[in-house]
């Protein structure tokens, strides 16, 4: 098992930017507990309002549901600012009017690192824990947005000014080179977890556990970083375009 390095917190606006509510929950709430709590300014942008991830409820009624959730959620960890974008839940496609949404989310908010999920093909090295659409066509665009925004000659329409963000992190990746202590903060990750009720019992009928579930790969990052608890990321630098 291969050790990780912390990563660099020497940043003040953070951007996270996720598919769906509870997407962040699965492990990096904690580390945005952490941040929040060092007076960073960090939004949250999703993409969808989950409205197609609760089986025993229509979607007409599911997305307020997660979305009253998420700001819930997020409140938990110090983030104020929730932006749900309205786009289709299950069916995010990746190309153009997904990056140039992006690049305008990315130029208004200006932030020095983006925060988004794992967009490999799997959660594990051995390709056996697949990972579904949504969060590959989501950390994709994100990467590409990012590049984009930093160029003044891309999406000129948006009338905003080109921003450069120093990185972009992808929690959970399999490819992961980098983690942040989470363990002042692991009881926070768990409540955030906890706050998306309505979508995990729908999940799990109700036999979810929420603190099990968090410690277990929370335990396997902090191991590989030398503490309790921690996550991961895999970082991406970025340059000249």
Known sequence: MTSLQPVDESWQR????????????????????????QGKDITYVLLTSGEAGIDGMDP????????EEQRASAA?????????????????EYGVPLRRE????????????????NFRESWDEAGQALNMSDHIVTGRAVLDAARDAANRWIFRDLDLEKWSTRQVWAAGSPRATHGVDTTGTFDLGVRSLEAHAAYLNGLTSG????????EGFSRQAGTR???RYGASFEVFNLGLL
Do not use: C, M, Y
Request: hydrophobic share 50%; net charge negative; no cysteine.
């Open 14 to 37: 953070g951007l996270a930017i996720v598919a769906h509510p509870d997407d962040l929950e699965f492990g990096t709430a904690a580390a945005i507990a952490r941040w929040t709590a």
């Open 60 to 67: 007409a009624d599911a997305a307020p549901a997660r979305e």
């Open 76 to 92: 938990i960890v110090g983030v104020k600012q929730v932006d749900f974008l309205g786009l289709p839940d299950g069916v995010l």
């Open 102 to 117: 992006l690049t305008r989310v990315i130029r208004t908010h200006r932030p020095d690192i983006i925060i988004t999920n």
């Open 207 to 214: 036999s979810f556990d929420a603190e099990e579930f968090l």
């Open 225 to 227: 970083l030398g503490v």
